[in-house]
């Protein structure tokens, strides 16, 4: 841990040359020579430390002491200093006279208490090497309990939040969260930074994870009241906002159904208006990356489902494969799959005259069982050629409306080493219509246009495979493998 430290922390300060001039200018203030003030630090008047300074050097590296010297108000003599440790002051003096630090913290504890001195001082050089240290020491069983003591101290709080975004899910997901306290977790909703979650219903799953921990139904009420105004809410799709509908308003309610329904916007250009405890960003603050395998498909109007040429029939145990070999280390965080088509209706009872410029797939009826209709296996082959593996019944987390444009959302943690390859099956349990688009070469044509450059440098050697099982029980494969593809996205993180 120490040596982490030292390379973290050499970047700044001087240049090595400087080095014994610090030293000689050290010795000479632990002797007081060449000094002009004197502070006597503790907290008990019986266990104080003094501790000579040049108020030139002290001016120079802060504000606060700047002031000091400069005001009438401040007494003649030694100057008593009960609110910093002797140990902690020590740091602070070195560094204002050396660009320093001579000894570093030695734990949690104390790089807190420098970066709390640090942000009282007005110590600015002082405060970069303070968020090292935080960052070298910081764990995420502590870094709750942290937050929540010195959110007061910018510098020990945003260090703690950038710690927390880095590290969301696991911090979230750890059992200290559920102890902290309604203004601390309002406070790292309104941090506002990117973080490492899959979506924003995370957030709002750790909301009612915490608010299941108070006594009374007023205080749960109390505290996801609290938080709405920092929950962004209208990235999320209908089925994942229903988790927080006892605790929405109807007004509330009727404003996100009519976001989330933009064919209504032309029925009704106005729309209500926004409630005041309704987030309005829309932008995501997911920090886990996409790489999409195939675009949202075109909506289709209901005359356009029932024509033969934009759905086509899979059969059972029909199995898609997607491969590729990593640039760099990354996790899979997770992955999308298109819902299937519902059956042809027998009976249309509607009028298809009418050009129904609005009428679009969620005319159907609506499914949340679409975990029952495949197996998922992952493997992944590290540069040794060992494999790993594992087959899969996964039931999505993010639970869309069952139509023929809507996917599902399957959380997974799978570490795929530098060079190393991913290989993800989808086998069909059963016979269903998917939608149908004109062939297409998904790899060298259509990839890079989804997909922005430095996503594309990461994901090597793709490949995709449609197979199915011949009357032998042998997977071979189909010749419509590049225009029928059930992945729609992958999402990872790189580590």
Not at 63 to 77: D, I, K, M, N, Q
Not at 458 to 470: A, E, G, Q, T, Y
Request: proline share 5%; with cysteine; hydrophobic share 40%.
């Amino acid at each position: 841990m120490a040596n982490e430290l030292e390379e973290a922390l050499e970047r700044h300060y001087w240049e090595d040359e400087l080095y014994g001039a610090r030293e000689r200018k050290l010795k000479a203030l632990e002797k007081g020579e060449g000094t002009d003030c004197v502070f006597v630090v503790g907290r008990d008047d019986s266990e104080v430390e003094e501790f000579y300074g040049n108020k030139f050097d002290l001016r120079a590296a802060s504000e606060y002491f700047e002031v000091l010297f400069r005001s009438p108000l401040t007494p003649p003599g030694p100057i008593r200093v009960k609110h910093v440790e002797p140990r902690i002051f020590r740091m602070v003096i070195e560094f204002a006279h050396c660009h320093k630090l001579f000894k570093h913290p030695a734990n949690l504890e104390e790089a807190v208490l420098l970066a709390r001195s640090a942000d009282e001082f007005l110590m600015t050089e002082l405060d970069i090497v303070c968020k090292t240290c935080i960052s070298v020491f910081l764990k995420v069983d502590q870094v709750w309990k942290i937050y929540e003591m010195n959110n007061l101290c910018h510098l020990v709080a945003k260090s703690c939040q950038e710690f927390l975004c880095n590290k969301t899910l696991a911090c979230l997901n750890h059992p200290t969260f559920l102890e902290i306290k309604t203004d601390t977790l309002i406070s790292f909703l309104a941090c506002g930074g990117k973080m490492n979650i899959n979506s924003e219903a995370d957030l709002v799953q750790a909301c009612l994870n915490l608010a299941n921990t108070k006594n009374s139904d007023d205080e749960k009420r109390l505290l996801i009241r609290s938080a709405l105004p920092h929950l962004r809410l209208l990235t999320l799709d209908e089925g994942q906002i229903s988790a927080l509908s006892d605790f929405l308003t109807d007004e509330e309610k009727s404003f996100l159904v009519f976001k989330k329904q933009p064919k209504l916007s032309p029925l009704f250009p106005t729309g209500p208006s926004a409630p005041e405890r309704i987030c309005q960003i829309k932008t995501s603050r997911c920090g886990v990356k996409t790489f999409t395998l195939r675009p949202d498909p075109k909506p289709l109007r209901l005359r356009e489902t029932l024509q033969t040429e934009n759905r086509m029939e899979v059969g059972d145990q029909e199995c898609f494969t997607i491969s590729f070999e990593a640039s760099k280390f990354m996790v899979i965080r997770g992955f999308d799959i298109f819902c299937k088509m519902n059956d042809p209706p027998k009976t249309v009872f509607i009028d298809l005259t009418d050009d129904q410029n609005f009428l679009y797939l969620d005319s159907y009826a609506k499914c949340f069982a679409y975990d029952k209709n495949l197996d998922v296996s992952i493997k992944v082959r590290s540069c040794d050629l060992k494999f790993s593996g594992a087959k899969l019944s996964l039931a999505p987390t993010t639970l869309r409306p069952f139509v023929t444009n809507s996917w599902v959302h399957f959380n997974l943690n799978v570490l795929v080493p530098e060079g190393g390859t991913f290989e993800m099956s989808v086998t069909l349990k059963e016979s269903c219509y998917y939608r149908f688009d004109k062939p297409l070469n998904v790899v060298e044509t259509e990839i890079p246009k989804w997909n922005d450059p430095d996503s594309l440098k990461l994901f090597k050697n793709i490949k995709f495979s449609d197979l199915f099982f011949n009357t032998d029980d042998k997977l071979i494969e189909a010749p419509r493998h590049q225009s029928l593809t059930v992945v729609r996205k992958l999402y990872y993180t790189l580590i």
